[in-house]
């Protein structure tokens, strides 16, 4: 099974609300990855996961704050979002490879979720 | 700084027809480069990774090569259906947990 799932598959708020966004893999990949994608551009890093501990926070607003709670699940909860941060937010995971993993950070095929269209008004 | 770049921009071929795409980084010193597809709205779907150490690797219709040292990969599409229309998208993994990735190539095949 290489399946990553993502709720809800579509999601409007409004600039006062509060929401989470969820991702969860079986595929005992121990990295996982949130990005940001908007119309015909590649998907922006946000942030990694590796360990269950955040690896990298690409200077991300901290309006947007993720999760780990467990290898399986990644949350990013969502809070007094902006306009502009209407975008497909896509959930990654991959295995992390090689020797030292955490401190080289190699990482082999992602597989990514189908994503969650977000709107903000 | 890595960057990576796609060339061209879109794509339009007739069915049938064999294409190459074009992907290059300016940072050789990659770990792996994979190639996505992305259908508009969706998720990506992986299509082949290839190792540093790796010159090419095949699925089906696809074949990529890598050349680290001139900083170039290319995906060859034989026999194109219009069932391959979507955008392709490559990715360098770099180490550190990070891939970049360029632009895309918007391919439209027509019946």
């Known amino acids: 099974d290489t399946e990553v799932t993502q709720t809800p598959k579509h999601l409007v708020m409004g600039m006062t609300n509060k929401k989470s966004l969820k991702c969860e893999q079986h595929m005992g990949h121990r990295a996982m990855y949130w990005y940001k994608q908007k119309a015909k551009k590649p998907p922006e890093l946000m942030f990694v996961?590796?360990?269950?501990?955040?690896?990298i926070n690409e200077s991300v607003p901290s309006r947007f704050s993720p999760e780990c709670p467990n290898s399986s699940l990644l949350n990013l909860h969502l809070h007094a979002l902006q306009p502009e941060d209407s975008a497909l937010y896509l959930c990654?995971?991959?295995?992390?490879?090689?020797?030292?993993?955490?401190?080289?950070?190699?990482?082999?095929?992602?597989?990514f979720g189908p994503g969650t269209r977000l709107t903000v008004l | 700084k890595q960057e990576v770049t796609q060339i061209p921009a879109a794509l339009s071929v007739p069915e049938g027809e064999n294409l190459v795409l074009n992907c290059s980084f300016t940072d050789s010193a990659i770990y792996n480069l994979q190639w996505f597809r992305q259908d508009p709205g969706k998720g990506l779907t992986s299509l082949l990774l290839i190792q540093s150490s790796q010159r090419e690797q095949t699925s089906g219709r696809l074949n990529a090569s890598l050349d680290k040292s001139s900083g170039r990969s290319t995906l060859y599409i034989a026999a194109s259906q219009p069932g391959d229309s979507a955008t392709y998208l490559c990715?360098?993994?770099?180490?550190?947990?990070?891939?970049?990735f360029g632009a895309g190539t918007r391919l439209f095949v027509k019946a």
């Open positions: 990654a995971s991959s295995q992390v490879a090689g020797a030292s993993p955490v401190v080289l950070g190699r990482t082999d095929t992602q597989y």
């Open positions: 996961y590796s360990y269950e501990k955040l690896s």
């Open positions: 990715a360098v993994n770099t180490g550190g947990f990070k891939t970049i």
